[in-house]
């Protein structure tokens, strides 16, 4: 088992406890020893646990959890902040509890058979090396992903094996039903409660950011993060760099930096990386490319996930390169956009509709801010048939007929049989998207597949901008905060004075990192279509996808040159773009299938 769950030339500790029909097993990752030890705990409990915890004080290791736990039971769960998954097996009462911090930072998947069996690990490949679970995938799971229609937390890419929710915790005794509930999810009823001026939501905004980023340092080594240019992932660099470089301690800050496609040359976000890197000289700055592009189009798959594992990979490349130059922690700043620094969707709409016109006037007055103004109104103010018209009429491109549409352009009719591709989008007021948005499967699901791949690497992935008060925080805060004086993000920029560089503080636009994806699809055209008559032998692929839809999709798309042009302007065939990004995630899900299923 202790070799399908840990990646080459990262040797772990094995920490074990066998009590009857109970066995915890616990691999650890930071010691760079493959020594056996015990399961921590006590007397009454014995832990296995993938902790990071902040709060409580008396609770930030396995000896404190164990005790918290003996003492509280799941009614302590809501005490705890931080990163975590664990399973506390309770040797008085014979029961087992496991939990899961609020944004699934760390994984927990499990399976259950009443009155016989529940396996539990942080990886799936750990079910099953158990013997105990026969792997299986879940075609109906691989059709919802497909459409980006994700039917709930629990359910996961295997039959018969499911996630301990985010926030969520259960209970088991030999013989009874599992029990469970939730511990901690972000409060509705909190959004936008907070009275608060600008200045003083500005300070403590600054304060938890940077307490976010200290508290998720480890102890000793080099620190990898994410700089993508944006505000979020330098703002966690920089905070990183004045605490560890001082010390004599490393920071690396990876940077996804589009290749060129013949004589075009996207512009990517180095305009903004540059300023970080001039104010923080000591910051270890690596560029990461795609590597071969044949193999990004058609990677080797994470046998535990729908995402690549490929060397050629952006992320795979980071946290090869991070694990070897020692870093055991990866910071990224996903998450921000959804909370600290929220870039401002209905904000104008709440303020239409609870009557504020002081501040919606002053926003519409405020210089360059009319019409993208208009444009954050219009689905309240006029049908979508008339914003159809006015799209065509000034020459823009339509809008795009969603995911799950152009997705099933691709799969067989009875794959999506009884599926709603097209729902209506009900405009929603700023407090109530915010909290839409932070308790969405989207934002944890991108945490998991940090989490699943950097396991590959024995590191982990840290999430600044998911701190539990940080989030909590942003959440009670006045919807308008975020957008005043015409700049969206207002209080986080306002927050980052002194730390941020000001041409990036004061950045007006964000960059798409991914962008080039769709163009590598029609540059690799002609060994698609060879693959893809390959792939017609597999029965699995066969019955999922209408082939002949594929390559008709594929024979029609523009040169690579044409879509990087529309991509970097704007401007052109569109459509085109989004029929190729379709065709990237369906390409990833036949080589999954092909290599996995």
Known sequence: MTPSASGPGSPPRIVSHVEGPVALLTLDFTSGTAEEGSAPGGDDLVLAADIRLDEPDQARNEAGLATLLTEAGESGLRRLAGDFAFAAWNRRDRTLLCARDGFGVRPFFFAHRPDDLFVFASLPRGLFATGLIKRSVDPDYLVSELLFQFDGPERSLFKRVERLPPGGWLRLAPGARIHSGVHWRPDSAMAGSRRIGPRDAAAELSWLTQQAVRRRLPAAGPVAAHLSG????????????????????????????????????????????????????????????????????????????????????????????????????????????????????????????????????????????????????????????????????????????????????LMRAEAVAGRVLSQPVKPLEARRMRHSLLTGHGLTRRVEQWALLGARYGMAAGFPMLDRRLVEFALSLPSWLFVSGGWSRRVFRDAMEGVLPEELRWKPTKVDLMAEDPVHVAAQRPLLARRLAALREREVIAGLFDLDAVAAWLADLPSADILARTIETGQGDWPAVERAGSLMRAFRVMAYLEQHG
């Open 230 to 409: 944006g505000m979020d992932s330098s703002a966690i660099t920089i905070v990183a760099a004045r605490a560890l470089c001082p010390a004599g301690r490393e920071v690396l800050a990876y940077s996804h930096s589009p290749g060129p496609f013949s004589s075009y040359r996207f512009g990517g976000n180095g305009p903004y990386i540059a300023p970080v890197l001039q104010q923080e000289p000591d910051v270890n700055w690596q560029p990461v490319q795609i590597g071969d592009p044949a193999a990004f189009v058609l990677p080797e798959m994470d046998p535990d996930q729908l995402f690549p594992l490929d060397a050629s990979h952006r992320e795979s490349r980071v946290f090869a390169d991070a694990a070897a130059r020692g870093a055991s922690m990866l910071l990224s700043g996903w998450g921000g956009d959804e909370g600290a620094s929220y870039r401002g969707g209905g904000v104008l709409m709440e303020a239409l509709l609870r009557g504020h016109w002081l501040y919606l006037a002053a926003e519409l007055r405020a210089a360059g801010a009319i019409r993208p103004a208009l444009g954050g109104l219009a689905p309240l103010l006029l049908p979508e048939t008339v914003r159809t018209v006015a799209r065509r009429l000034a020459g823009r491109p339509s809008s795009s007929p969603g995911i799950a549409v152009l997705a099933a352009g």
